[in-house]
């Protein structure tokens, strides 16, 4: 990544949720499902969110779910947003505190 790529500022946000997934076992007939909450962060060039955004950010509590779990045989059967906090206007450097000061 160029110094110009990391210098190009997006709007951050925060994603709370639940993922709700599919337990095997219970009484017949029944369908257990287990919740796991987790975060994640998206980027979008705009401050507003459209469903798009909202795609990603049930994409990034997924993938969080299965790295998680270590298991892609679980099956989900909702993503529930609790939660979306905006971050601020950043660059990639400013977001991981990384200076853009050059050692000497």
């Known amino acids: 990544m160029t110094a110009s790529e990391t210098m190009v500022q997006k709007h951050y946000f925060l994603i709370a949720g639940n993922v709700v ?3 095997d ?3 017949k007939g029944s369908n257990p499902m287990g919740i796991i909450t987790l975060n994640g962060i998206i ?14 950010a049930q994409q990034v509590l997924q993938h969080h779910f299965r790295v998680k779990t270590e298991d892609n045989t679980i099956e989900i059967a909702d993503v529930i947003i609790l939660n979306i906090v905006p971050l601020g206007l950043q ?14």
């Open 91 to 104: 660059s990639e450097n400013e977001f991981n505190n990384l200076s853009m000061e050059v050692p000497q």
């Open 25 to 27: 076992g219970g009484a």
């Open 21 to 23: 997934y599919k337990v």
């Open 43 to 56: 980027t979008s060039d705009s401050p507003v969110l459209g469903i798009a955004s909202l795609n990603e």
